[in-house]
């Protein structure tokens, strides 16, 4: 069975930094390509990043683009988010999503961690 | 990267059919086959239920299906069904390699 379980969020100042982890299972993480997509409250979807199975290929939301950096470990099969210069506007539930019968959705989701940004 | 344009909220009768629209442009609805429909209930991370325009999951209800004509993408829910009431969401791979999604529609089962 396919599980994502995200950690690392939390309450941060604006300009601070904080760090997601996505621990996955139930699948050859290294072969799946990866992202983080981010809901703020009562708001809808918002794809955040992208990552190619071996970490090449990288794509970011223009919204964080020059401020978050996805990273991946294969060998630790953990997706990464650094969350730099953290705006009130970045306060989310962050998931991370894995593609399925296609590479082009999202078929697999974890539960989701909430970064809260408030002075 | 402008988001999909979705109607707020739906609504139907059980057993009813309602079809949600997903409205994009030629950079990505209308130039990939590469739509795909999410349902959310309160508090729950978004379910896959259509990809690639019109393809089911396994294990999702053949009473979801969709569709696409040009730039618009639907989502047609048939027989109504208490559980079906939640948000859903279309989202389209884009030209910039980037994906974007709609603003989200509320459905409501009278």
Known sequence: EVQLVESGGGLVQPGGSLRLSCAASGFTFSSYEMNWVRQAPGK????????????????????VKGRFTISRDNAKNSLYLQMNSLRVEDTAVYYCAAPGDSWYSFDYWGQGTLVTVSS | QSALTQPASVSGSPGQSITISCTGTSSDVGGYNYVSWYQQHPGRAPKLMIYD????????SNRFSGSKSGNTASLTI???????????????????????FGGGTKLTVL
Request: hydrophobic share 25%; aromatic share 16%; net charge negative.
């Open chain 1, 44 to 63: 809808g979807l918002e794809w955040v990043s992208y990552i190619s199975s071996g970490g090449s290929t990288i794509y970011y939301a223009d919204s």
């Open chain 2, 53 to 60: 325009v019109s393809k089911r999951p396994s294990g999702v």
């Open chain 2, 78 to 100: 048939s027989g109504l069904q208490a559980e079906d009431e939640a948000d859903y969401y279309c989202s389209s791979y884009t030209s910039s390699s980037t994906w974007v």
